[in-house]
Protein backbone atom coordinates (compact mmCIF):
# COMPACT_ATOMS: atom_id res chain seq x y z
CA UNK A 1 0.00 0.00 0.00
CA UNK A 2 1.19 3.63 -0.66
CA UNK A 3 1.75 5.58 2.33
CA UNK A 4 2.05 9.22 2.82
CA UNK A 5 2.50 10.40 5.89
CA UNK A 6 2.41 13.78 7.82
CA UNK A 7 4.59 14.95 10.63
CA UNK A 8 1.71 16.32 13.10
CA UNK A 9 -2.55 15.77 12.81
CA UNK A 10 -3.17 18.58 15.00
CA UNK A 11 -1.01 21.57 15.67
CA UNK A 12 -0.98 25.35 17.53
CA UNK A 13 1.20 27.90 16.79
CA UNK A 14 1.90 31.74 17.57
CA UNK A 15 1.53 34.25 15.11
CA UNK A 16 5.04 35.25 13.85
CA UNK A 17 6.14 31.63 14.62
CA UNK A 18 8.10 29.65 12.07
CA UNK A 19 6.35 26.97 11.18
CA UNK A 20 7.64 23.47 9.58
CA UNK A 21 4.75 20.63 8.14
CA UNK A 22 6.44 17.60 7.17
CA UNK A 23 5.15 15.01 4.26
CA UNK A 24 6.99 11.85 3.40
CA UNK A 25 5.95 9.63 1.01
CA UNK A 26 7.11 5.31 0.69
CA UNK A 27 6.08 4.83 -2.96
CA UNK A 28 9.40 6.44 -4.87
CA UNK A 29 6.86 8.73 -6.50
CA UNK A 30 8.57 11.83 -8.12
CA UNK A 31 5.63 14.03 -7.68
CA UNK A 32 4.55 15.50 -4.28
CA UNK A 33 2.06 18.51 -3.51
CA UNK A 34 0.44 20.45 -0.85
CA UNK A 35 -2.82 21.72 -0.49
CA UNK A 36 -5.09 23.58 2.12
CA UNK A 37 -8.57 22.63 2.45
CA UNK A 38 -11.10 25.53 3.73
CA UNK A 39 -14.62 24.85 3.90
CA UNK A 40 -16.36 26.27 1.15
CA UNK A 41 -13.14 26.57 -1.15
CA UNK A 42 -12.59 22.66 -1.74
CA UNK A 43 -8.27 21.86 -2.27
CA UNK A 44 -6.27 24.53 -3.45
CA UNK A 45 -2.55 24.10 -4.27
CA UNK A 46 0.30 25.97 -2.57
CA UNK A 47 3.22 24.33 -4.18
CA UNK A 48 4.29 21.37 -5.73
CA UNK A 49 7.46 19.32 -6.74
CA UNK A 50 8.46 17.09 -9.98
CA UNK A 51 11.48 16.12 -8.86
CA UNK A 52 14.23 16.65 -6.24
CA UNK A 53 15.46 20.18 -5.31
CA UNK A 54 12.36 20.94 -8.48
CA UNK A 55 9.43 23.43 -6.62
CA UNK A 56 6.63 25.01 -8.59
CA UNK A 57 4.17 27.53 -7.05
CA UNK A 58 0.36 26.45 -7.15
CA UNK A 59 -2.68 28.44 -7.23
CA UNK A 60 -1.59 30.44 -3.51
CA UNK A 61 1.89 30.80 -2.95
CA UNK A 62 1.74 33.29 -0.92
CA UNK A 63 3.43 33.36 2.78
CA UNK A 64 4.65 29.72 2.17
CA UNK A 65 7.63 28.22 0.55
CA UNK A 66 8.61 24.05 0.14
CA UNK A 67 11.87 22.29 0.34
CA UNK A 68 12.36 19.01 -1.08
CA UNK A 69 16.34 17.63 -0.48
CA UNK A 70 15.56 14.01 -1.16
CA UNK A 71 12.60 12.19 -3.04
CA UNK A 72 10.77 10.75 0.04
CA UNK A 73 10.15 13.89 1.85
CA UNK A 74 8.40 17.51 1.05
CA UNK A 75 7.92 19.99 3.62
CA UNK A 76 5.96 23.13 3.53
CA UNK A 77 7.27 25.88 5.58
CA UNK A 78 5.32 28.68 6.89
CA UNK A 79 7.82 31.99 7.43
CA UNK A 80 6.16 33.70 9.47
CA UNK A 81 2.54 32.45 10.79
CA UNK A 82 -0.56 34.48 10.32
CA UNK A 83 -4.05 33.75 11.58
CA UNK A 84 -5.46 33.45 8.11
CA UNK A 85 -3.05 30.69 7.48
CA UNK A 86 -5.02 28.44 9.66
CA UNK A 87 -6.38 25.48 7.72
CA UNK A 88 -6.29 22.12 7.28
CA UNK A 89 -2.97 21.10 4.96
CA UNK A 90 -2.70 18.04 3.16
CA UNK A 91 0.20 16.12 1.34
CA UNK A 92 0.09 14.26 -2.30
CA UNK A 93 2.44 12.41 -3.95
CA UNK A 94 1.87 10.86 -7.30
CA UNK A 95 3.80 8.94 -9.84
CA UNK A 96 4.13 10.69 -13.18
CA UNK A 97 5.31 8.35 -16.15
CA UNK A 98 6.83 10.57 -19.27
CA UNK A 99 3.66 12.98 -20.23
CA UNK A 100 0.60 10.84 -18.77
CA UNK A 101 -1.96 13.47 -16.73
CA UNK A 102 -3.99 9.91 -15.12
CA UNK A 103 -2.24 9.12 -12.33
CA UNK A 104 -3.95 9.55 -9.14
CA UNK A 105 -2.41 11.36 -6.03
CA UNK A 106 -2.14 9.66 -2.69
CA UNK A 107 -3.14 11.68 0.06
CA UNK A 108 -1.63 12.18 3.63
CA UNK A 109 -4.57 12.17 6.78
CA UNK A 110 -3.80 16.02 6.87
CA UNK A 111 -2.28 18.46 9.45
CA UNK A 112 -4.80 21.01 11.20
CA UNK A 113 -2.94 23.87 11.72
CA UNK A 114 -4.36 26.80 14.11
CA UNK A 115 -2.77 29.75 14.49
CA UNK A 116 -3.39 32.09 17.49
CA UNK B 1 -7.75 25.86 -17.74
CA UNK B 2 -9.45 23.29 -16.54
CA UNK B 3 -11.83 23.68 -13.84
CA UNK B 4 -14.67 21.66 -11.96
CA UNK B 5 -17.99 22.49 -10.33
CA UNK B 6 -19.34 20.79 -7.97
CA UNK B 7 -23.27 21.53 -8.00
CA UNK B 8 -24.79 21.37 -4.50
CA UNK B 9 -22.61 21.84 -1.37
CA UNK B 10 -25.00 19.90 0.65
CA UNK B 11 -26.92 16.91 -0.06
CA UNK B 12 -28.92 14.69 1.92
CA UNK B 13 -30.44 11.10 0.97
CA UNK B 14 -32.34 8.37 3.02
CA UNK B 15 -30.69 5.15 3.24
CA UNK B 16 -31.10 2.80 0.53
CA UNK B 17 -32.15 5.56 -2.00
CA UNK B 18 -30.15 6.48 -4.30
CA UNK B 19 -26.94 8.44 -4.38
CA UNK B 20 -26.03 11.68 -7.15
CA UNK B 21 -23.35 14.03 -6.30
CA UNK B 22 -22.75 16.31 -9.38
CA UNK B 23 -20.20 17.18 -11.39
CA UNK B 24 -19.16 19.46 -14.53
CA UNK B 25 -16.10 20.57 -15.69
CA UNK B 26 -14.63 22.62 -18.10
CA UNK B 27 -11.61 21.48 -20.23
CA UNK B 28 -9.24 22.67 -23.94
CA UNK B 29 -8.19 19.05 -23.96
CA UNK B 30 -9.44 15.75 -23.59
CA UNK B 31 -9.80 15.24 -19.57
CA UNK B 32 -8.53 12.89 -16.81
CA UNK B 33 -11.48 13.35 -14.26
CA UNK B 34 -11.47 11.72 -10.88
CA UNK B 35 -14.02 11.87 -7.39
CA UNK B 36 -12.08 11.28 -4.45
CA UNK B 37 -14.35 10.68 -0.57
CA UNK B 38 -13.10 12.15 2.49
CA UNK B 39 -13.89 11.09 5.87
CA UNK B 40 -14.15 12.68 8.75
CA UNK B 41 -10.76 13.87 10.48
CA UNK B 42 -8.95 11.94 7.27
CA UNK B 43 -7.05 12.47 3.85
CA UNK B 44 -8.85 11.94 0.83
CA UNK B 45 -9.25 8.70 -0.97
CA UNK B 46 -9.70 7.39 -4.75
CA UNK B 47 -13.16 6.62 -5.71
CA UNK B 48 -12.70 6.31 -9.00
CA UNK B 49 -10.81 7.57 -12.43
CA UNK B 50 -11.97 8.55 -15.93
CA UNK B 51 -9.03 7.85 -18.32
CA UNK B 52 -11.22 7.59 -21.68
CA UNK B 53 -10.57 4.05 -21.77
CA UNK B 54 -14.74 3.91 -20.97
CA UNK B 55 -17.26 6.29 -20.34
CA UNK B 56 -19.30 4.22 -17.51
CA UNK B 57 -16.39 4.07 -14.98
CA UNK B 58 -16.71 1.86 -11.81
CA UNK B 59 -15.23 2.95 -8.94
CA UNK B 60 -15.12 0.86 -5.11
CA UNK B 61 -17.91 0.80 -2.63
CA UNK B 62 -20.53 0.47 -5.16
CA UNK B 63 -20.46 4.16 -6.69
CA UNK B 64 -19.64 4.72 -10.08
CA UNK B 65 -19.84 8.03 -12.70
CA UNK B 66 -20.56 8.52 -16.26
CA UNK B 67 -18.42 10.16 -18.86
CA UNK B 68 -20.84 12.70 -20.87
CA UNK B 69 -19.17 14.96 -23.26
CA UNK B 70 -21.98 16.77 -24.11
CA UNK B 71 -23.11 17.50 -21.15
CA UNK B 72 -19.28 18.01 -19.91
CA UNK B 73 -20.40 16.07 -16.93
CA UNK B 74 -19.20 13.43 -14.54
CA UNK B 75 -21.64 12.96 -12.01
CA UNK B 76 -21.14 10.02 -9.56
CA UNK B 77 -24.19 7.99 -8.44
CA UNK B 78 -24.66 4.59 -6.54
CA UNK B 79 -28.12 2.86 -6.20
CA UNK B 80 -28.49 2.56 -2.64
CA UNK B 81 -27.55 4.41 0.07
CA UNK B 82 -25.61 3.22 3.35
CA UNK B 83 -25.10 5.58 6.14
CA UNK B 84 -21.34 4.68 5.97
CA UNK B 85 -20.99 6.96 2.63
CA UNK B 86 -21.48 10.05 4.56
CA UNK B 87 -18.39 11.69 3.62
CA UNK B 88 -17.20 14.82 1.75
CA UNK B 89 -16.91 14.26 -2.37
CA UNK B 90 -14.65 16.08 -4.75
CA UNK B 91 -14.61 15.76 -8.17
CA UNK B 92 -10.77 16.94 -9.59
CA UNK B 93 -9.75 16.97 -13.39
CA UNK B 94 -6.28 16.64 -14.36
CA UNK B 95 -3.83 18.35 -16.89
CA UNK B 96 0.25 17.97 -16.99
CA UNK B 97 1.86 21.17 -17.12
CA UNK B 98 5.10 19.70 -18.41
CA UNK B 99 6.73 19.39 -14.79
CA UNK B 100 3.57 17.20 -13.50
CA UNK B 101 -0.08 16.48 -13.45
CA UNK B 102 -1.78 18.87 -11.24
CA UNK B 103 -4.98 18.27 -9.90
CA UNK B 104 -8.07 21.05 -10.09
CA UNK B 105 -10.33 20.38 -7.23
CA UNK B 106 -14.02 21.10 -7.20
CA UNK B 107 -15.48 23.36 -3.51
CA UNK B 108 -16.81 19.42 -2.78
CA UNK B 109 -20.23 18.07 -2.09
CA UNK B 110 -20.96 16.77 2.03
CA UNK B 111 -22.96 13.87 1.90
CA UNK B 112 -25.48 13.08 4.10
CA UNK B 113 -27.31 9.84 4.94
CA UNK B 114 -30.80 9.70 7.10
CA UNK B 115 -32.44 6.92 8.48
Known amino acids: DVKVTQSSRYLVKRTGEKVFLECVQD?????MFWYRQDPGLGLRLIYF???????EKGDIPEGYSVSREKKERFSLILESASTNQTSMYLC???????????????FGPGTRLTVL | AQSVTQLGSHVSVSEGALVLLRCNYS??????LFWYVQYPNQGLQLLLK??????LVKGINGFEAEFKKSETSFHLTKPSAHMSDAAEYFC?????????????FGTGTQLKVEL
Open chain 1, 49 to 55: SYDVKMK
Open chain 2, 27 to 32: SSVPPY
Open chain 1, 92 to 106: ASSFSPGTSSYNEQF
Open chain 1, 27 to 31: MDHEN
Open chain 2, 50 to 55: YTSAAT
Open chain 2, 92 to 104: AVSRYTGGGNKLT
